[in-house]
């Protein structure tokens, strides 16, 4: 090589690798103990998180990783949908022409040479990223296609998928001298021939065979297109699928120079895709541009076509995340009519949707919204947005289930007590009637069922096409009649309302509390209602006041040289003031002469009602906590004073379902997902004061 032509070469490589700022390859020096002698580069894009795919590039001959990344558009890709690339290297060392050597027997065989090199460059990723094993991919251009049919049949249980780009069936050379003749497309083989070839390659293997999509130019006078056929082969055959196209479109994404041709296994899923690019010579496809299907730029072996075949690779490797989600219902009957779907609409796009085989748009094609009309076919309701700048988005998809719809409801309250009053109806829809039912634990053929006591049914629906769907369990409770006690303490003109009743006096009243469903419940509430009351201190004539201990709070003042004075202290009578609710022992000492040691004990028992901020008691002051609850979904607990309370919840059969200490006076407590019936509600303060209150939900 000329210094000249030296020079040229390394200028190109450098204004490749510019070209993607901040797409530039690592180097990984160690990744294993490198049988092919084959050097490793990879890019990681930044914000990956999880586990991640893999996909393995391989260049072409006389290209380089780092051309080929540049060239082939991968790392855009991998930039845009989060997922790590590998790119083996040639060394001319290896192959003067910088080829991987798919055609030598020392390399194409399984754990030997460059394929279990390659296999290294796999093993290492997965040791240091968190990787998804099940989604390791390898594609390749020509030589490296080649290497990427070793790759797909040496390890099946390595890599999900690959795709063949200008490439070769497995095996159609074992040696250097007859790779041309491979080439060339003269060696034809039948299919279980080619399949043969790759079983033999894994006898113990007794896996699934990967996926392959295969591109090729119909004009490529390096590797003819007969390998291409040929390729196809060897992979239906490998696949369970015959070689006659299952789906053909002769202008892929409306390219009338690229015609894509299915294949489909026994079980009707596609395993091979044929990409067939009319007038296109050695190399890849490209669709240079900005647009999230277009990337790549055009080389010696990359040309341009309007068609990104390194996209299609990905998306063929099912890597091309939504763009956005669709909205609308995953599983509907047979024949549904009017089910929306959408998305989010931006302003200046057109949107083109397609829907399952059998179903229909009834409006809204090109919106972002749009009526469906189902058949009796699952499929994906897909959509791609085309910009006002004319730029294709990516595709947009949601798997929509048609079939039955069985919907289980209880139609009647069981009674109380154990009495077996329940009923439960069924309604199908979607398939072909007349339907028959047949419930579990006795409950007869009819589409009701009824009579049943507590406890889960299932209903399992058969139309007359004898196709059979089974619905999911309906659980029947039965409300439990609870009693509970309760006690409660109001101040003098305070009230509480029970059930329908409004009380305000002290004594003891038994409710029945009426349920939604007819069940009873009895609350006997023990009401006292204080009135507000002061408590004298009557001293002796001659005697004055030196302390004061107990529950009552003077009004003012303090001790002055060992006497008390001060308000509430008049001519030897003490007037405590408001005094907390209960019984309190009061200690107090007099002067009895010139000695403040006189000691006197007095009891007095004061039933007074709390009318400024004490901490320890229940507000229920504002009817909170009454029975029935309000018709909404939160309730409030509310203590006096500052201090933490806890709050306990139990079911009608007594679990304790809810467990809370709140440090503050007023609380709130969401009841919405609780099941409708009556609960009891346990309120304590840090003083040790109970309350208790029933409650409906």
């Known amino acids: 090589m000329s210094i000249l032509k030296s020079i040229a070469v390394l200028f190109l490589v450098t204004f490749l690798n510019s070209v993607v700022s901040g797409q530039s390859l690592t180097p990984v020096p160690s990744f294993g103990s490198n049988p092919g002698n084959l050097s490793m580069f990879t890019y990681v894009p930044v914000g ?5 795919p893999v996909v393995i590039a391989m260049h072409g001959c006389s290209q380089s990783a780092s051309i080929y990344a540049v060239e082939s558009g991968w790392n855009k890709l991998a930039d845009r949908h989060k997922f790590i690339m590998i790119y083996p290297e040639q060394v001319s060392a290896n192959n003067s022409s910088k080829c991987f050597n798919w055609f030598e027997a020392a390399d194409q ?58 490439g070769i069936p497995y095996k159609a050379s074992s040696s250097a ?15 279980a021939q080619w399949g043969t070839l790759v079983r033999n390659e894994n006898p113990s293997y007794t896996g699934p065979f990967p996926d392959v999509a295969i591109f090729h130019g119909s004009a490529d006078l390096t590797v003819n297109i007969i390998n291409a056929a040929e390729l196809i082969d060897q992979w239906t055959d490998l696949n369970n699928a015959d070689q006659t196209a299952d789906a053909t479109n002769s202008a892929f994404q409306g390219n009338t120079s690229v015609e894509q041709k299915i294949y489909k296994d026994n079980l009707n899923n596609p395993v091979v895709y044929y990409y067939k690019i009319t007038g296109m010579g050695h190399g890849i496809s490209v669709n240079t541009g900005p647009c999230p299907k277009q990337g790549g730029t055009t080389g010696t072996y990359t040309l341009e076509k309007n068609f990104h075949s390194t996209y299609w690779a990905a998306d063929f490797f099912d ?6 989600p669709i909205s609308g219902a995953i599983q509907v009957a047979q ?19 397609t829907v399952p085989s059998g179903a229909i748009i009834v409006s809204g094609q090109g919106s972002n919204s749009i009526l469906v009309n189902f058949g009796t076919s699952s499929g994906s309701i897909s959509v791609e947005e085309t910009t006002s700048g004319s730029c294709k988005n990516d595709i947009a998809s949601l798997y929509v289930t048609v079939g039955y719809l069985v919907t289980v409801s209880q139609t009647s309250f069981i009674a109380c007590n154990g009495g077996a009053t329940a009923a439960l109806s069924a309604v199908a829809t979607g398939g072909t009637g007349a339907y028959t039912y047949n419930w579990s634990s006795g409950g007869g053929t009819s589409s009701v069922a009824s009579g049943l006591a507590a406890g889960v049914y299932t209903v399992t629906v058969t139309d007359n096409a004898a196709v059979v769907v089974t619905s999911s369990g309906f659980t029947i409770n039965e409300p439990a009649v609870i009693s509970g006690n309760q006690t409660i303490t109001l101040c003098e003109g305070e009230t509480i309302t029970i059930g329908s009743n409004t009380y305000n006096t002290t004594n003891t009243y038994i409710d029945t509390l009426i349920a939604a469903n007819s069940c009873d419940s009895i609350l006997t509430t023990n009401l006292t209602v204080y009135t507000s009351s002061s408590a004298t201190l009557n ?11 107990g529950a009552f709070a003077l009004s003012g003042g303090s001790p002055v040289n060992g006497v008390y004075s001060g308000p509430g202290v008049t001519n030897g009578s003490f007037n405590p003031g408001t005094a907390t609710i209960g019984w309190n022992n009061i200690m107090y000492t007099v002067m009895d002469g010139n000695n403040c040691s006189k000691t006197l004990y007095d009891s007095i028992y004061v039933n007074s009602c709390i009318t400024t901020g004490l901490s320890g008691d229940i507000d229920i002051s504002k009817n909170r906590f009454v029975y029935p609850n309000p018709a909404n979904d939160v309730v409030t607990v509310s203590v006096k004073g500052p201090d933490q309370f806890e709050l306990h919840l139990y079911n009608s059969i007594g679990a304790l379902i809810f467990n809370k200490q709140f440090h503050t006076n007023v609380a709130t407590i969401d009841v919405h997902s609780l099941q409708p019936g009556l609960y009891l509600m346990m309120m304590k303060t840090k003083e040790g004061v109970l309350t208790q209150k029933i409650i409906k939900n």
Not at 177 to 191: D, E, W
Not at 319 to 324: G, R
């Open 48 to 52: 990956i998180s999880g586990s991640v």
């Open 539 to 549: 001293l002796g004539g001659n005697d004055t006041l030196c302390s004061f201990e």
């Open 177 to 191: 001298s007859t790779a041309s003749f491979a080439m060339g497309g003269y060696i034809v083989k039948t299919p």
């Open 109 to 166: 065989s399984k754990n030997q040479g460059e394929a279990l090199s390659i296999k290294q460059m796999a093993d290492y990723i997965q040791l240091n990223y968190s990787i998804d094993p099940a989604k390791i991919f390898v594609t390749g251009l020509s030589a490296g296609a080649g290497m990427t049919s070793v790759m797909l049949a040496a390890y099946p249980e390595v890599f999900n998928k690959g795709a063949i780009m200008a």
């Open 335 to 353: 024949n549904a009519t009017n089910i929306v779907y959408s998305v989010v609409n931006t302003s200046g796009s057109t949107y083109s949707w």
């Open 319 to 324: 890597l091309i995340t939504d763009p956005y």
